[in-house]
């Protein structure tokens, strides 16, 4: 099944660059369009050309769901030289905070247009998005929002509805009840009042909403509140309690993928918003400093064998094992470091069990060295028929893996305490720890136990 996709979707491909090459627009314009989105989206992420002429012949709702699906450097590049008039008629089709999000990444002339045209007619209210922080709820929510008064009737409502909205009413699960003052005080859900008697009032209908969350609350915080609340939207409300937007269930699937995605990429030394169609410059410029760091840090650890190369000269047979001992340290916290900051990042580390939790890590790891220690040095017994040189192996590798653990789950804490995103800040220190003190113990040892 996945071979034949493959197939279909590899002719689809030489078509379009077929008449890319022949610029034959008219017949290009009818493949894209009738295209499904899956297929587009994929041609567009991986075509080494044409990209622009291709989303320049889709039509404005197509070219609006398109943008949904491209990776952040695509969906930049194919804007780049779109008239201001074909963005206008795309946002049409998005919601608030995608508009936010489009116009931040527009050119500086065209993004000035836009804001221009948008400060003249804005229903969707996206100007206030603009000035909030991408990675808070104000960055998230969505300002379309249903509201009501609690003594109105249903039937009020639904009229007062009709004339707010005469063409299209926003997606939404709730209808919020408001004050006077356009505080929070309830929610109906927008189901019920289908079903309801047309004379019934409002605050008769009315539960309490889910805890509302802050407009500069952190998006990870946001998202921990959804899965504690079991929430499919959420009200976002401003410092006074005024009602000033909403979230919906996506957009925290969007931050929890983007969240994981630059946890791991940030454990290897990435940038988070780094892409495999992101430009060579912009792929070295992101990653040379980390490397130059890691060198930093490997010259370190080459200074302390520099330190023991008497006994190494002694004993050749050192530089064997040498590498299995740091390369065992480094896997394990790699181990710990993963769960730590899994579970930093879903806040199940608190000043109640914090130490709890370092104790389990070390204890674990510290286990771990000894029972692998043990086997590696029997298997070095038995190449070697040195007693001494396995009991050395065996100490230093467990005396790494305590240290692998330790700093494994000490070092994200500590950047996490400090302000820094212990996913990006932790590995490279952490790999320094397990090389030092792998090397320190293994050669240490070996000095005091074999010579």
Known sequence: MVLLEVLGLKKIFQKIDQLLFKREDRVLESTVNNLDFESLIKILETIPHGRKKMFSLLLPERAAKVLRGLSPYIRQYVLRDERVERILAIINFLESDEIADLVKILPGATRQAVISELKKHDPKKVMKLLDLREDTAGGLMKTEVLVGKQDFTVSEFIQNLRATFPRSVPKTNYVYILDDHGKLIGAVTFNRLHIVNPETKIKDIMHPTKKPVKVDQDQEEVARSFTAQDALELPVVDRSGALVGRITADDIIDVLRTEFSEDISRLVGAFGDERSGDAPFSKIKNRFPWLLLNLATAILAAYVVTRFTDVID???????????????????????????????????????????????????????????????????????????????????????????????VVIPMLTRALKFDPALASTVFVTTLTDVFGFLSFLGLSTLLLT
Do not use: D, H
């Open 314 to 408: 002694k004993f050749v047979i050192l530089a064997a094992y040498m590498p299995i001992i740091a390369g065992m340290g480094g896997n394990a916290a790699t181990q710990t470091l993963g769960v730590t900051i899994r579970a930093l990042a879903l806040g199940e580390i608190s000043a109640i069990n914090t130490w709890k939790i370092i104790f389990k890590e070390i204890f674990a790891g510290t286990l771990n060295g000894l029972g692998t220690g043990i086997i590696m040095g029997f298997l070095a017994y038995l190449f070697n028929n040195n007693l001494t040189l396995s009991l050395v192996i065996a100490a230093s590798m467990t005396i790494n893996l305590f240290v692998a653990a330790f700093g494994g």
